[in-house]
């Protein structure tokens, strides 16, 4: 079996740090149990990854397979990487039996992601149901770590029950910076002792403060969510279309555009996406439904 060393010194000959088609191996620090289906996985990689926020890497096991999962930390955590796997076929089960000190392969960055440029100076509105919330934190990160360069920001989080939402005790922690304005909310409070609302993610919409001119619009959830906060969105608010931000989280699988499992007409979501701006999704209306 290949040491720890001797396999760092090998991925350094080969330059495989530098290119994202070639698997590394990392070792899992923790695994922390959010739900009963998902996990925060916490891997230390050889080399910084250097990815955006909302890229995905390809996470798979010698033998067994390998899938996409999105990257749920920012981009300065060096060789931290953080991503929440949910336990949903044969890779992410296997997964699931790991334990810390195992050893994974990643493979990326991949994907467009969003670039935190465009965000600065801005006021920002975010809205995440589902598991949305998990590359979109990769977003949030870097913008609380660094809130004076950004303007407003509205979170609004939806989950259906109180036993599916995620990352309560940081989502806490964002609400006490300033000019930081959070909605949680769930579908059904499930007999669960809930201090957030109880609603769908459209409902707070309409009671948003914001200028039009000076906000982007970021959205990641289920496909059936995006048509409703859109309409929501344009009956109070003029926010032109490249303002907008969507992040088809859906059916990425190669992460090459070979396999087609994540094409919409002549658009793969793993290279073009899966952030978009809905300006280019115009033409695509099967890419929100």
Known sequence: MIGTSELDSSMQDYGIANNPYIPIMAEIQSIEALTARESLFKVILPEPLNHRPGQFVMVGLPGIGECAISISNGPENGKLLEMVIRKAGNVTGVLHQLKASDMISIRGPFGSGFHLDDFRHKDIVIIAGGLGLVPLRS?????????????????????????????????????EYSN????????????????????????????????????????????VMYKFVLLEFKMYFNIPDDQIFVDLE????????????????????????????????????????
């Open 139 to 175: 977003l949030i990160t870097p913008i609380m770590d660094h809130k004076s360069d950004y303007g407003t920001v509205h979170i609004i989080i939806g989950s259906r029950t109180p036993r599916e939402a995620l990352f309560r005790h940081q989502i806490q922690q964002w609400k």
């Open 250 to 289: 859906r059916r990425m699988r190669c992460g090459l555009g070979k396999c087609g499992h994540c094409q919409i007409n002549h658009v793969y979501c793993c290279k073009e996406g899966p952030v978009f701006r809905y300006s280019q999704l115009s033409e695509l209306p099967e890419a929100l439904s």
């Open 180 to 223: 930081v304005h959070i909605t949680e909310l769930v579908d059904d409070t499930d007999f669960q002792d809930w201090d957030g609302g109880t609603g769908l993610v459209t409902e707070p919409v309409g009671q948003l403060a914001i200028d039009e001119k000076n906000t982007l619009l970021v959205l990641c959830g289920p496909p």
